[in-house]
């Protein structure tokens, strides 16, 4: 029974730590494409990008 618990427990961390990794790739990813929709929807200041960004996005919905 010990072993058992050994490989659960082994097993629930390995899951723990990929679950983590993935959730961190996903995170960076979404920040990048945030970026590049700002980028790709230009404007002269930062603010104006973030006002389009907002906009096209309730658009979407």
Known sequence: ??????????TLQNNSHSF???LSQAMQ???????????????????????ELKKSLQINR
């Open 29 to 51: 990813e979404t920040k990048q494409l945030k970026d590049s929709l700002k980028s790709l929807l230009g404007g002269t200041s930062e603010g104006s990008r973030d006002a």
């Open 20 to 22: 983590s990794q993935s």
């Open 1 to 10: 029974m010990s072993d058992l618990d050994g490989q659960l427990q082994q």
